[in-house]
């Protein structure tokens, strides 16, 4: 993934009124990008469609749902990659994008930070720089963190803003 990028703490309610304008203006698709078994290549048309939008599942910033946002019109197909120890894999992955990693609420207790950064092209700059001025307007800028408006008040209130439900408090974020 590239290093460029936008590091976030947002609650589902921060990222949604970015998100809309951002569907709303631009015509795009979100894939899950991966090695898998099969060659379906998994595609949703909203944010409203991600499983479990805004919730972190397993409580780590490794292990937090990664997409790639392409033009809706771009086909994307999966290549086989031969095993080492036999079989096929398939590869889903496209240069011109967005990646997206939404961040996420992990038992109502931590929250999880996300990324988008830009992938190749004019495709990806511009919807990074879209999804930078949409997505994050009225954040509140924290160390390499982009904070959005609920989020800071979890924040605040004591909820701690970690990469890992697990980690030490020293890695929590600090105002």
């Known amino acids: 993934m590239p290093r460029k990028g936008i590091f976030l703490f947002a609650t589902k309610s921060d990222m949604v009124p ?23 290549v998994i595609e949703y048309s909203s944010y409203k469609e991600l499983p479990n939008f805004g919730v972190s599942e397993k409580g780590s910033v490794e292990k937090m ?18 095993q080492r120890k036999g079989g096929i894999k398939f590869k889903v992955d496209s240069d011109v994008c967005l990646y997206f990693k939404p961040p996420g609420t992990y038992q109502d207790s931590f929250l999880i930070p996300g ?24 954040y509140h800028k924290i160390n390499a963190y982009s904070v959005g408006p609920e989020a800071y008040q979890k924040l605040q ?19």
Do not use: H, W
Request: hydrophobic residues 35%; glycine residues 6%; negative net charge.
């Open 18 to 40: 970015g998100l809309e304008i951002l569907e709303d203006a631009l015509e795009f698709k979100y894939i899950v990008p991966g090695l898998f078994d099969s060659s379906e």
């Open 65 to 82: 749902p990664r997409y790639q946002l392409v033009p809706v019109d771009t086909e994307v197909t999966a290549m086989e990659v031969p």
């Open 115 to 138: 990324e988008f950064s830009p992938g190749e092209g004019e495709f990806s700059s511009n919807m990074y720089k879209l999804f930078r001025k949409e997505l994050t307007k009225k």
């Open 157 to 175: 209130s004591g909820i701690p803003l970690t990469p890992s439900y697990n980690a030490k408090p020293e890695m929590y974020l600090q105002c």
